[in-house]
């Protein structure tokens, strides 16, 4: 092993691979801030490009473009709420209220730290138990995946609430159901398209997250900008305050990032559940570890509460490689991508790549690693600089912000359909904001809702129709058992503990 | 008897959730399809029998913390005035082309907001438009249709 990493430690600090890794952080941060184009996107734009290099050159600037986008990804979240990608979501539930408070520089660091941090972390978890790791990913059947995310949805709708759940549970069945529009995945029965073309391939997430948060918040701070209580919250932008953490900050974060690192990395490696439901889960876990006071600023500009999410996204994308390395699966849209660049360079990912080609196998990961240093080099610096986007002025912001959401979804479709649904969906999220209808379930809803159906359908055909698969095997019980605690203790919040 | 608008939402979404039952139960699955475990129709008839569930549990309930909205306090008028120029913004794009619906559509939202700084307004409009459009087309050669400048000879 040894010599496995010395040799991609060798291919990966050549000059060019260093200069590949340098460009593939900008440009992949540049392309990650911009709503609509995420690191698949930024990935399947260098393909051609990595064609004209050898292999692991080809996969050097990949993986810098990769970790670049997801950190610009956070970037937007944190400073516009502009998630341009799900597994970002979770970032902005603390990031941009700790923007609004005039800390942006703060939350782009901790942001940078966190995704640094967990990074390393699972680098060297990928590094000890990659092959080992293969076999525990595939312990996981239909049931417990299908458990997993009913887990997912009724903890981020717990989290959310702020007390009424069943808004929380609402938004989550609309979020399904927004889903559930267009071609069923496996027959190809159209559903819920009323005969219209646009919907046959069902409603797109960047459509639905810009809608929920980016266009929705814009709308609400002007719908609410007379309200003298909603002024009084929101301090001036023009505050952009230090990137530098304090000690008690910094305490924060070095308990919070291990336990995040490990559940990201778990998660990771289950093919198919990915980044965006390791930052809803690890943002959950680190609401229900810390103390009630600490609690109380969740959702206000938690430092936990940023750190969790972009430690556990960051962790979830070297877990990802698991699953493509060792198994040739790809765990997530973004390693899909990478497969087909691999088979683009004659390179088989599988459980012989290990063995057959250990120097691809380790430059990759030795590359990916490289690749979070030069970002924390390259974007620390930047962080001031990148932050005084919020120092412009509303009347120009808010047109912006509508703007890049507008121009997001039609780079998407190229058709003026989905910009109609996106402002009705728009309009309709003001709303239910207005009346404290949190928008978090709704999306992890909407990434989850195809998932969660396979996962259904393949559990019933095996068990012939009979729900005993919910408490056929050990894991699904365990997980079954956890979200009946969450619902039941919420029930018991809601109603009982206030006649108490 | 006075219904709290948050119940008044629920009762919409239970209505939403009704209709979207009866369609779901509307879907045409193949034949042989019909009576199997699981067809395309069955998660769509779970999820609008969960829609009515939590919908008529929070209509029947006592509310724990209901949200109380000044409505006299909101700005309608700028809202209203911003979603009708995005709907305008929609319906030109494809006619008229990217750049200049883009730059009318950024021009007019720093207006309607009380901006009133012509050399930013401009600025950050037309050139901006213009850079975006080149870091997309020229850049990163994603395609944006546009009749105006094709007409004016700048775009191929």
């Known amino acids: ?500 | 008897m006075k219904i709290s608008p948050s119940k008044l939402i629920s009762l919409l979404f239970f209505i939403f959730s009704g209709y979207y039952l009866y369609t779901a139960y509307q879907i045409q699955v193949f034949a042989f399809d019909e009576n199997a475990p699981f067809n395309a129709k069955t998660f769509p008839i779970y999820l609008g029998f969960a829609g009515l569930v939590f919908s008529a549990l929070y209509i029947i309930l006592p509310e724990a913390n209901p949200t109380n909205v000044d409505l006299k306090v909101l700005d309608y008028k700028k809202t209203i005035g911003l979603t009708i120029l995005m709907i305008l913004y929609g319906l030109t794009i494809l006619t008229v082309g990217y750049f200049l619906s883009t730059s009318i559509f950024l021009v007019a939202s720093y207006i309607i907001l009380g901006e009133r700084k012509w050399i930013w307004i401009f600025i950050l409009s037309f050139p901006f438009v213009a850079i975006f459009m080149y870091l997309l087309h020229g850049l990163l050669n994603i395609y944006l249709r546009d009749p105006f400048l094709k007409y004016i000879g700048i775009m191929g």
């Open chain 1, 1 to 500: 092993m040894i010599e496995g990493i010395l040799i991609g430690l060798q291919t990966a600090l050549s000059f060019k691979n260093l200069m590949m890794v340098i460009i593939g952080c900008f440009s992949g941060t540049i392309i990650g801030m911009l709503p609509g184009l995420g690191p698949m996107t930024a990935i399947a734009l260098m393909i051609p490009i990595t064609y004209g290099f050898d292999p692991s050159t080809g996969l050097i600037l990949m993986a810098g473009v990769y970790y670049g986008a997801v950190f610009g990804g956070s970037t937007s979240s944190i400073l516009i709420n502009a998630p341009g990608v799900p597994g970002t979501v979770a970032t902005s539930f603390d990031g941009y209220p700790m923007a609004q408070q005039g800390k942006a520089g703060k939350a782009l660091a901790i942001a940078a730290y966190s995704s640094f941090a967990g990074g390393t972390i699972s680098a060297i978890f990928l590094l000890i138990a990659a092959p080992s790791l293969s076999l525990v990913s595939l312990s996981f059947r239909s049931p417990d995946y299908f458990g997993l995310m009913i887990l997912g949805l009724t903890a981020v709708a717990a989290f959310s609430s702020k007390g009424n759940f069943l808004k929380a549970m609402m938004m989550v069945v609309l979020g399904l159901m927004l889903a559930s529009v267009g071609q069923d995945t496996l027959s190809d029965i159209p559903r819920f398209t009323f005969d219209n073309m646009n919907l046959s391939d069902g409603i797109s997430f960047v459509l639905v997250v810009m809608a929920t948060f980016a266009m929705s918040e814009a709308l609400t701070i002007i719908f609410k900008a007379n309200d003298p209580t909603k002024a009084a919250k929101q301090i001036s932008l023009s505050q952009l305050g230090s990137i530098k953490l304090d000690k008690d900050e910094t305490k924060k974060m070095v308990t919070t990032i291990p336990r995040s690192s490990v559940l990201g990395f778990i998660i990771g490696v289950l093919p198919g559940a990915g980044a965006t439901i390791a930052s809803f889960l690890a943002y959950g876990m680190e609401r229900n570890f810390v103390n009630d006071e600490e609690k109380q600023k969740f959702g206000k500009g938690s430092v936990n509460g940023i750190a969790a999410p972009e430690t556990a996204n960051n962790a979830a994308c070297s877990g990802s490689f698991v699953p493509l390395l060792t198994l040739g699966i790809p765990g997530s849209g973004t390693t899909a991508v990478m497969l087909g660049a691999l088979l683009g360079f004659g390179i088989q990912p599988g459980p012989r790549l290990y063995q057959t080609n250990p120097e691809i196998f380790w430059s990759v990961i030795m590359s990916m690693y490289i690749g979070m240093v030069v970002l924390l080099i390259l974007n620390l610096p930047l962080i001031p600089y990148i932050a005084r986007v919020l120092a412009t002025p509303r009347t120009f912001l808010i047109p912006l912000i509508l703007f890049f959401s507008l121009t997001g979804v039609y780079l998407m479709s190229f058709n003026n359909f989905d910009i109609y649904m996106m402002i009705g969906i728009a309009v309709v999220a003001t709303i239910l904001r207005l009346y404290d209808f949190p928008m978090p379930p709704l999306i992890l809803a909407f990434v989850l809702g195809g998932l969660m159906e396979e996962n259904l359908r393949r559990s019933l055909l095996i068990s012939d129709g009979s729900w005993s698969f919910m408490w056929d095997r050990p894991l699904t019980i365990v997980i079954m058992l956890t979200i009946i605690f969450i619902v039941g203790w919420q029930i018991y919040k809601s109603f009982v503990k206030k006649k108490l």
